[in-house]
């Protein structure tokens, strides 16, 4: 007599046993352990179990994410490099340390789940950031983040493929905080568009992180 | 060099219209009537709640697309009570008067934010042919500053969870838009009140994360009388 209830745990299916977790879909919650994988453990980590998941979803939402990774490429250097360069302290330096890495594991994600989709992760772009004390490094955090927040939230009605919908919304989520805490750092309201984050456009999003860039 | 793009995968929607047109913007500000205002959110009420057109979820009672909308009704009518349910917090810390300066400031425009999110969610309700949830009756403990920020905390942090927890389930790509604006600012209201309890503003790390309605609505059941 099968028990019904009882979830295979051999084989592809093991780890993954769960069919739902807090909610959330089987196929999602794979989404997600494989981006948090791919963050964590580089592409490699993630089985060949999800690529059949990603295979409706096209090239799209791939090229989407291809502009979405340019972003935390950039995001990623800010912090990473740019950040010690200036010389940073107190608070500042704890949030370009913390965010820095969350953009680093943003990027991990997005390469991976990228590949995923049959695409091809662009290459770091190499950055100019015309900043040299801890006031200009945090006005352009506060430039880089709320740009980012209206980079994604105007890109990803666009995706096809739902899972990387919920990715990205797991993502602008976070840069919406870094957005409001680096805006309160500075005297600044931490909901500069009140109670509606604007979406942008390419261009528009191009127009402020595009003098970044030096290709 | 400028490069001219012809995105054919999906029509113009609300998200790009009013992203990329600021003529777009001021001509449907004219219409809602609020000539001064040049806050997207000013626009998103307008659109969500003075559309006269019938949506193609609207006019057929029968097609696919209208079990989409039932669907998105269903989503926009949850949020909406998480929303009444914010604004009604944040009323009453308010009316409290614990929170002076900056802080009270930050308290009262929060408030104030749930209330036009409220507003948006109403008229997105019936612009898809529904009828927006009740505002429910709602109880908050109310001690002390510091209490009230923790839950305030809590609070928010679900409420961007729920949103993230629905997006993928929103058919109606308008819907979304509004969606992920109000998401984005539960998050920043999230990370506000992390400051201000020395708690973190990130507390899911890199990947904020979703909840579900079941979890969410279980999380609130206290608060409603």
Same mark, same amino acid.
């Given at each position: 007599?099968?028990?019904?209830?009882?979830?295979?745990?051999?084989?592809?299916?093991?780890?993954?046993?769960?069919?739902?977790?807090?909610?959330?879909?089987?196929?999602?919650?794979?989404?997600?352990?494989?981006?948090?994988?791919?963050?964590?453990?580089?592409?490699?980590?993630?089985?060949?179990?999800?690529?059949?998941?990603?295979?409706?979803?096209?090239?799209?939402?791939?090229?989407? $994410?291809?502009? %979405?990774?340019? =972003? #935390?490429?950039?995001?990623?250097?800010? +912090? !990473?490099?740019?950040? /010690?360069?200036?010389?940073?302290?107190?608070?500042?330096?704890?949030?370009?340390?913390?965010?820095?890495?969350?953009?680093?594991?943003?990027?991990?994600?997005?390469?991976?789940?990228?590949?995923?989709?049959?695409?091809?992760?662009?290459?770091?772009?190499?950055?100019?950031?015309?900043?040299?004390?801890?006031?200009?490094? $945090?006005?352009? %955090?506060?430039? =880089? #983040?709320?740009?980012?927040?209206?980079? +994604? !939230?105007?890109?990803? /009605?666009?995706?096809?493929?739902?899972?990387?919908?919920?990715?990205?919304?797991?993502?602008?989520?976070?840069?919406?905080?870094?957005?409001?805490?680096?805006?309160?750092?500075?005297?600044?309201?931490?909901?500069?568009?009140q109670g509606f984050?604007?979406?942008?456009?390419?261009?528009?999003?191009?127009?402020?992180?595009?003098?970044?860039?030096?290709? | 060099?400028?490069?001219?793009?012809?995105?054919?995968?999906?029509?113009?929607?609300?998200?790009?219209?009013?992203?990329?047109?600021?003529?777009?913007?001021?001509?449907?500000?004219?219409?809602a009537g609020s000539?001064?205002a040049?806050s997207f959110g000013a626009f998103v009420i307008a659109a969500c709640g003075s559309?006269?057109?019938?949506?193609?979820?609207?006019?057929?009672?029968?097609?696919?697309?209208?079990?989409?909308?039932?669907?998105?009704?269903?989503?926009v009518n949850?949020a909406l009570t998480?929303e009444y349910?914010e604004t009604?917090?944040?009323?009453?810390?308010?009316?409290?008067?614990?929170?002076?300066?900056?802080?009270?400031?930050?308290?009262?425009?929060?408030g104030a934010q749930e209330a036009t999110h409220v507003e948006a969610l109403k008229g997105t309700v019936m612009k898809?042919?529904?009828?927006p949830a009740?505002k429910?009756?709602?109880?908050?403990?109310?001690?002390?500053?510091?209490?009230?920020?923790?839950?305030?905390?809590?609070?928010?942090?679900?409420?961007?969870?729920?949103?993230?927890?629905?997006?993928?389930?929103?058919?109606?790509?308008?819907?979304?838009?509004a969606?992920?604006a109000i998401?984005?600012v539960?998050?920043?209201?999230?990370?506000?009140?992390?400051?201000?309890?020395?708690?973190?503003?990130?507390?899911?790390?890199?990947?904020?994360?979703?909840?579900?309605?079941?979890?969410?609505?279980?999380?609130?059941?206290?608060?409603?009388?």
């Amino acid at each position: 007599m099968q028990d019904h209830t009882t979830i295979p745990t051999d084989g592809a299916n093991a780890g993954l046993a769960e069919v739902e977790v807090k909610g959330l879909t089987r196929s999602s919650f794979i989404l997600r352990g494989a981006l948090a994988a791919g963050a964590l453990y580089g592409a490699s980590a993630v089985t060949p179990f999800v690529s059949g998941a990603f295979a409706a979803s096209g090239r799209g939402d791939a090229e989407i $994410l291809n502009f %979405a990774l340019t =972003l #935390e490429y950039l995001e990623a250097a800010f +912090y !990473n490099e740019k950040g /010690p360069q200036v010389g940073l302290s107190g608070t500042a330096k704890s949030y370009a340390k913390i965010f820095g890495e969350q953009e680093a594991d943003h990027v991990k994600a997005l390469m991976s789940t990228i590949k995923q989709l049959g695409g091809k992760p662009v290459a770091k772009p190499t950055f100019v950031f015309p900043v040299n004390s801890e006031s200009s490094f $945090l006005k352009l %955090a506060s430039v =880089l #983040e709320n740009t980012g927040v209206g980079a +994604y !939230n105007g890109a990803a /009605p666009s995706l096809k493929d739902k899972e990387v919908l919920t990715a990205a919304g797991a993502i602008v989520q976070v840069e919406a905080r870094h957005a409001a805490a680096i805006n309160l750092l500075l005297g600044k309201s931490p909901t500069p568009d009140q109670g509606f984050d604007r979406p942008l456009t390419k261009e528009q999003v191009l127009a402020k992180a595009g003098p970044l860039i030096k290709k | 060099m400028p490069e001219t793009r012809t995105d054919t995968r999906e029509p113009e929607g609300l998200v790009q219209r009013l992203a990329r047109d600021d003529v777009d913007r001021k001509r449907f500000l004219k219409m809602a009537g609020s000539g001064a205002a040049a806050s997207f959110g000013a626009f998103v009420i307008a659109a969500c709640g003075s559309s006269k057109k019938a949506t193609t979820a609207a006019t057929s009672s029968t097609s696919t697309a209208s079990s989409g909308a039932s669907g998105d009704i269903a989503i926009v009518n949850y949020a909406l009570t998480l929303e009444y349910l914010e604004t009604a917090f944040y009323e009453k810390v308010v009316q409290a008067g614990l929170f002076k300066g900056k802080v009270g400031a930050l308290i009262k425009d929060f408030g104030a934010q749930e209330a036009t999110h409220v507003e948006a969610l109403k008229g997105t309700v019936m612009k898809l042919g529904g009828t927006p949830a009740a505002k429910p009756a709602a109880k908050f403990p109310i001690e002390s500053a510091n209490q009230v920020a923790e839950l305030a905390y809590t609070v928010e942090n679900l409420g961007a969870a729920a949103y993230l927890g629905q997006a993928a389930k929103i058919q109606n790509p308008e819907v979304l838009a509004a969606a992920l604006a109000i998401h984005s600012v539960e998050a920043r209201h999230a990370a506000t009140l992390a400051t201000l309890v020395k708690k973190s503003p990130t507390p899911d790390g890199a990947f904020a994360k979703p909840a579900d309605m079941s979890t969410v609505l279980a999380a609130v059941k206290p608060f409603l009388v």
